[in-house]
């Protein structure tokens, strides 16, 4: 397992970041506990939950399985109720009471809330920093602009500074490459990402041709369904790939993703033990350029709609590079 910087926190995570949202759903207590001690024997250092999951259930088996061995993760729980100040202090007590310890290392909030007051929420993380109850804190899901915002806010009062993003990111879904990978190499902010299987789909779980299996989530998340047709194509070239490098589909899909500029960690959320280890293995896949490039070729999905133009000079995360 590899590990990588934090964005500018000083800390180093493992470059897959365990998803649990499936702990206490479609994986009991048992199995959860099984994958937690795989992920520690495998390297991974870099655990990401929420007060939402299964509705706080998820974070009370995490503070069940994890009871002696809080200290072998980096933790990440997200505020729940609101963004306001009031439900950013009490979310993070009732986080910690669930998870069975003092403090989590990263608290973000979940998503962005329409009318929402960013210096009352800055100055409520800013207090669970102050009070000892969580080391870092991040917004996921969070525009360019919301972020910059909110960090220049945090920096005129001297306040604890956003620094992570968690954004949704693969072969399909490339938006952030416009505005928030460029952002975070510049200004080191760190970004975990989600869905980069793309709900299975990009793991060989739906076949191109193929009717949708009756207990998958294909049956009831329309998306899927729409982007098995639209991306049938590139789906079996990926196949394809992925079997003449030995490799399964979802190794492939995840190297893709972690090895972009700007990415720290992608979330893999699994749901079995061999999911688990499966995963585990992929993360010592690398990829070459020519590699890279024939994979993203499969997906015409790179967003088109750019000020300036379309100029490879101009490209985005690049113009770092000069």
Known sequence: ??????????????????????????CNEQESDAIIGAAIDGGVNFLDTAAMYVDGVTEQILGRILKGRRDKFFIT?????????????????????????????????HWPVVGMQPTEMMAALNDVVKAGKTRFVGFCNCPAW??????????????????????????????????????????NIAITTYRALSAGLLAGKYRPGQPLPTDARGQTDQRLGSWLTRFGDGIGQLLAMADEMGVAPGQLATAWVYEQKGVTAPIVGVSSLAQTNSAI????????????????????????????????????????NA
């Not at 397992?1 to 479609?26: A, D, H, I, N, W």
């Not at 919301?146 to 072969?171: E, K, T």
């Open 1 to 26: 397992m590899k590990y990588v910087p934090l964005g500018g926190t000083g800390v180093e995570v493992s470059q897959m970041c365990l998803g649990t949202m499936m702990f206490g759903g479609r």
């Open 77 to 109: 729980t997200k505020v729940h109720k609101g963004v306001d100040g009031a439900a950013v202090r009490s979310s993070i007590d009732e986080s910690l009471a669930r998870l069975q310890t003092d403090h989590v290392d990263l608290y973000m909030i």
């Open 146 to 187: 919301l972020f910059a915002h909110c960090n220049r806010i945090a920096s005129d009062n001297g306040w604890a500074q956003l620094v992570c993003n968690q954004l949704p990111y693969n072969l399909l879904e490339r938006g952030i490459e416009v505005e928030l990978l460029p952002q975070a190499a510049a200004e």
């Open 281 to 320: 293995a992929g993360f010592s896949l690398t990829l070459t350029g020519e590699q890279r490039d024939r994979l993203t070729s499969f997906f015409d999905t790179a967003v088109k709609e750019e000020a300036g133009g379309r100029f490879p000079e101009l490209r985005r995360i690049d113009l770092l």
